[in-house]
């Protein structure tokens, strides 16, 4: 069993900016990657941005390029969403992902989820 707690979410003014964190816990053998989603009034999940524990590469979607930089501390098991010049339309619920390897042998993964964090940004 993976936990994922978030916390940083609020209300903010168009151009300010946020700081989401995700940290997991739990039956955590290894850490594959993290990220965060997020999910508008009758929209889809879409991704944010992820952070590939072997690469330490990262991914964001074109929307927030430039604006949102995703890190990750390993020893907390923690990752965080820095999120800069922030519009309305980035207004929505923003989730924690994490896909956890809980076994080696037999190797098993949990594709785990947070609960969400709410951010609107409006004057």
């Known amino acids: 069993q993976v936990q994922l707690v978030e916390s940083g979410g609020g209300l903010v003014q168009p151009g300010g900016s946020l700081r989401l964190s995700c940290t997991a816990s739990g039956s955590i053998f290894s850490i594959n990657a993290m990220g965060w989603y997020r999910q508008a009034p009758r929209q889809e999940r879409e991704l944010v941005a992820t952070f590939m524990s072997s690469t330490s590469s990262t991914n964001y979607a074109d929307s927030v390029k430039g604006r949102f930089t995703i890190s990750r501390d390993n020893a907390k098991n923690t990752v965080y969403l820095q999120m800069n010049s922030l519009k309305p339309e980035d207004t929505a619920v923003y989730y924690c992902?994490?896909?956890?390897?809980?076994?080696?042998?037999?190797?098993?993964?949990?594709?785990?989820w947070g609960q969400g964090t709410q951010v609107t940004v409006s004057s």
């Open positions: 992902n994490a896909l956890v390897v809980v076994s080696r042998t037999p190797y098993r993964i949990s594709n785990s």
